[in-house]
């Protein structure tokens, strides 16, 4: 059965009840329209057919047998077939399918039609399919049509431009030299238009970055105009002229002034214009505004005007839209690296975004709080993290444990406050704390700490011990803490009077295998306020606040044996939890070795576990337990004595580790001025002055835009420690990279590079290709080599492509691998991120490294190289120009 109208076939798959019912139907209709195509050769027939095809296509089912017939729909004199045909292509085709070559001669055909509405058809399909080979055939007719004396006209072929030059760059000659007219046009359409035709060239070639430049100020006219002029009824949206255009135009601004501080400068005025003069009442004018500032810190502008972006997207923290509030976090996260002082501002505000019902929102703002972490803001950071860490979701908490564990490690001030806090990290998400996290916090107590500090960090585990099992970190590293120094626990510390308490006594009336681990094992110490109940007992522990000083317990012996017995023998812990228990029982018998009772205790918890089902449980009680017996009294001691801290490789936290949006930023480029770089040595001041000044800026920025400085498109600062001599003038390249002179551990410039010369190639594409395409050596050391292969593009001709690729030819694997470079003031750089940071043996990786060079000078890199080999941190700073004068 055929339904013979589209209403009918759409009446028929409605009333359908089951999936089952709608597949039928669209199949029989399927064949039906298949059986027309072939019997019955009609354009009203295929017209109907069409419309039916593409309901079924918005349905999901597969239509592709109509392609062509949409291309003979198209060919109908009649609007209403071409506009259903066109229609079929742009939906049923796309660029890559062979069949859309027939397409061309349809399209030259209604070009040059006298009915505007076909001819606006076609160049809309022209700008949703176009191929490379259709865009070199009909970019003629659609330059013509860019004259044409309608504005219609105009408009779609300003758009079918944009089709063009993004599939073919190098047409952009003819469109280009319409820019200006296109940009002063009167109606809104057209300039809309224009403002993408032109981004879009100035995202290809240089040339046309160039005239966008010369042509701010036609721009700027234009913005100046959308703010001044009355709200026209035809492009009024909330009282706000045209609001879509003005975010058009603030991106090609955005695009044009990157990289330029005179474009920067003529924009300051209008920039300043847009944020005090739009409302932000409304949502047109808070996308407005946002454009504004990323505008702002997308270009070299002036600090004032960064700071009134920053406190713009600061004020949208407080919108009620969802939206706003996530686009604000998501572009503060990125200008943080280098606008820390004037995100800080806003700090308390992210840290309400904490609590936000949204999810999107708090993922966010977590991301932007840890990027916020300082030397100066850590612990109020820290702790309002850690009140959120309980009820954070599942999927958060993972990263959160691990970078407050790196937030602690990078930034406490004391071993004392990174210890604390590190236990609440492991008492609140120890389910979600990494081994290496672990064992670096349990060797930082062992090797750093003295006996106040193990004193307080058992005493402290204890207590927490007491109150939750659950985490399994925290029993690991809780259990062996009390294990290790349970002669410490239970002794006075030499300041009493700060942590004084009555002991525990032992929980009468309750048997082992009564004893509950949630319990009171031992009292904790009292709090300031604090008073026991009607039994004398103490109060039971609330929930950790992270604000509040940690509990802490002083038990009796037998208090601390009930405690590992109660561990081993739960069933909340891990084999492995349970292992480490047996083991700190065992040791409690070199610490308690003159209290016969303590180790009867011992060996009746161990004697639990000998008929264990797990094997290496049963074994360690089985062997304890001999250990306990008199026949080794003499040996005991020495075994179980008190263990030197634990030895592994320490492998250093990732650069991006509390700020991952620094790594992956590309949508927004963030460039300070020259004028604001304090490497630039100003008039009159000493190299000593500019050094102690560029130390004083650094030490506001937060540890991830310390760490992109080396990466930043501007040149970094001079380091105090390396101070540059007024008698020697400073190299450019030792300057970005806070050196004036290479270190003596570094490669020497010459010999380090151990490039060859390739053979000349003839040249091509307009420039020349001499030494292109070719390997050079610059790094062969401890394995790993190191080689840049240069590139170019035709439509980039002073953009040269560097691909770096590291080998690892020895016979360990290369680890944290970490490649910086740096090139003189007259060139510019952008790096990509590499393909891995862990090269096995025999394995390669690779790392893009693109440099601008509009002088044509030769490229001199300073390349600073770090990785682990073995367990040894390598570090190199060395310089390499070996090559040729062609790759320039």
């Known amino acids: 059965m055929s339904f013979f109208r589209l209403k009918d076939l759409i009446r028929a798959v409605r009333v359908c009840k089951t999936a089952a019912d709608e597949r039928g139907v669209i199949q029989r209709e399927s064949a039906a329209i298949r059986t027309s195509f072939k019997e019955v050769d009609s354009q009203d027939a295929r017209y109907v057919n069409i419309q039916k095809l593409l309901y079924i296509y918005l349905l999901g089912y597969p239509v592709q047998f109509g392609q062509l017939e949409c291309l003979k729909l198209v060919a109908s004199p009649k609007f209403a077939d071409k506009r259903v045909g066109y229609l079929g292509v742009t939906l049923l085709l796309d660029e890559k399918q062979d069949i859309l070559t027939l397409l061309t001669n349809s399209l030259k055909t209604d070009m040059h039609s006298t009915d505007d509405y076909i001819v606006g058809l076609a160049l809309g399909t022209l700008s949703n399919v176009a191929s490379s080979e259709v865009a070199y055939d009909l970019v003629d007719e659609v330059e013509r049509l860019l004259d044409s004396p309608r504005s219609y006209l105009r408009k779609k072929a300003t758009l079918a431009g944009v089709r063009i030059i993004r599939r073919e760059p190098e047409l952009f000659t003819p469109f280009l030299h319409r820019a200006k007219s296109l940009l002063g046009d009167k109606h809104h359409g057209v300039q809309m238009g224009a403002v993408a035709l032109l981004a879009e060239m100035c995202n290809h070639t240089q040339e046309a970055l160039d005239e966008g430049r010369r042509l701010v100020p036609v721009i700027v006219n234009q913005l100046r105009a959308l703010l001044g002029s009355g709200s026209s009824p035809e492009h009024d949206v909330g009282g706000i002229s045209n609001p879509f255009l003005q975010v058009a135009i603030l991106r090609l601004l955005r695009v044009v002034a990157r990289g330029s501080q005179h474009a920067a400068d003529e924009l300051n005025d209008v920039l300043t214009l847009v944020a005090t003069q739009t409302d932000s009442s409304k949502n047109v004018g808070t996308a407005i505004l946002y454009e504004c500032a990323v505008t702002a810190l997308a270009i070299p502008s002036e600090q004032a005007l960064r700071v009134m972006?920053?406190?713009?997207?600061?004020?949208?923290?407080?919108?009620?839209?969802?939206?706003?509030?996530?686009?604000?976090?998501?572009?503060?996260?990125?200008?943080?690296?280098?606008?820390?002082?004037?995100?800080?501002?806003?700090?308390?505000?992210?840290?309400q975004c904490l609590r936000d019902n949204d999810i999107s929102i708090r993922r966010r703002a977590l991301d932007l709080s840890f990027a916020l972490i300082n030397e100066s803001n850590v612990k109020p950071i820290v702790t309002e993290i850690l009140r959120v860490l309980p009820h954070a979701d599942l999927e958060f908490k993972p990263s959160m444990v691990y970078r407050l564990s790196a937030a602690i490690t990078l930034f406490g001030d004391s071993l004392e406050w990174r210890i604390d806090n590190m236990l609440r990290v492991l008492s609140l998400g120890g389910k979600y704390v990494n081994a290496r996290d672990m064992f670096k916090f349990i060797r930082l107590i062992a090797l750093e700490a003295d006996e106040n500090l193990q004193r307080r960090a058992a005493r402290i585990s204890f207590a927490l011990l007491e109150r939750d099992v659950s985490q399994e970190k925290m029993v690991v590293a809780g259990t062996?803490?009390?294990?290790?120094?349970?002669?410490?626990?239970?002794?006075?510390?030499?300041?009493?009077?700060?942590?004084?308490?009555?002991?525990?006594?032992?929980?009468?009336?309750?048997?082992?295998?009564?004893?509950?681990?949630?319990?009171?094992?031992?009292?904790?110490?009292?709090?300031?306020?604090?008073?026991?109940d009607s039994s004398g007992s103490a109060p039971v522990l609330a929930a950790l606040d992270p604000s509040e000083e940690l509990p802490q317990a002083i038990p009796e012996p037998a208090d601390i044996v009930r405690l590992l017995s109660a561990i081993a023998g739960s069933s909340v812990v891990s084999n492995s939890s349970r292992h480490i228990a047996l083991t700190a029982l065992a040791k409690l018998s070199g610490r308690f070795a003159d209290s016969s009772a303590t180790l009867a205790s011992i060996r009746t918890a161990l004697g639990k576990h000998t008929q264990s089902m797990d094997v290496e449980t049963q074994s360690r009680a089985v062997e304890f337990g001999k250990l306990l017996s008199q026949e080794l009294d003499a040996v005991r001691t020495g075994v179980v004595d008190r263990m030197p801290a634990p030895e592994y490789t320490d492998v250093p936290y990732e650069e991006y580790v509390l700020n991952p949006t620094a790594m992956r930023m590309k949508a927004l480029t963030i460039i300070k001025r020259p004028a604001m770089q304090p490497v630039d040595f100003v008039e009159g001041e000493s190299a000593k002055e500019a050094a102690v000044r560029a130390a004083a800026e650094a030490s506001k920025q937060s540890v991830v835009s310390d760490l992109l400085n080396l990466m930043d498109e501007a040149p970094a600062a001079v380091t105090a420690s390396q101070p540059a001599t007024a008698a020697k003038p400073v190299d450019a390249l030792a300057d970005l990279l806070g050196s004036a002179t290479l270190s003596s551990t570094s490669p020497p410039t010459k010999t380090a590079a151990l490039h060859h010369v390739a053979s000349p190639t003839e040249s091509s594409g307009g420039f020349a290709t001499e030494g292109l395409d070719s390997e050079y050596d610059i790094y062969n050391s401890h394995g790993l080599r190191i080689t840049l292969t240069p590139s170019k593009k035709p439509t980039l001709p002073t953009v040269v492509d560097l691909l770096a690729t590291f080998y690892n030819e020895g016979e360990m694997a290369v680890s944290g691998l970490n490649f910086l470079v740096a090139v003189p003031k007259?060139?510019?750089?952008?790096?990509?991120?590499?393909?891995?940071?862990?090269?096995?043996?025999?394995?390669?990786?690779?790392?893009?490294?693109?440099?601008?060079?509009p002088t044509?000078?030769?490229?001199?890199?300073?390349?600073?190289?770090?990785?682990?080999?073995?367990?040894?941190?390598?570090?190199?700073?060395?310089?390499?120009?070996?090559?040729?004068a062609s790759v320039v």
């Open 309 to 351: 972006a920053i406190n713009m997207l600061g004020k949208f923290l407080g919108n009620r839209d969802n939206n706003v509030r996530y686009v604000a976090l998501a572009t503060l996260s990125a200008a943080v690296i280098t606008e820390a002082p004037s995100v800080q501002r806003h700090r308390a505000t992210v840290i």
């Open 480 to 532: 062996w803490l009390v294990g290790e120094y349970a002669d410490l626990l239970v002794a006075r510390s030499n300041n009493a009077a700060a942590v004084a308490a009555s002991p525990t006594s032992p929980v009468g009336g309750l048997d082992d295998d009564d004893l509950d681990i949630l319990g009171a094992l031992g009292k904790p110490l009292a709090k300031k306020g604090d008073s026991p």
């Open 826 to 853: 007259s060139q510019k750089l952008q790096i990509q991120p590499p393909s891995g940071q862990h090269i096995s043996v025999g394995a390669t990786v690779t790392q893009l490294v693109r440099v601008s060079n």
């Open 856 to 884: 044509k000078t030769a490229i001199r890199l300073r390349i600073k190289l770090g990785y682990t080999v073995d367990g040894q941190a390598q570090e190199n700073m060395f310089e390499y120009n070996g090559f040729p």
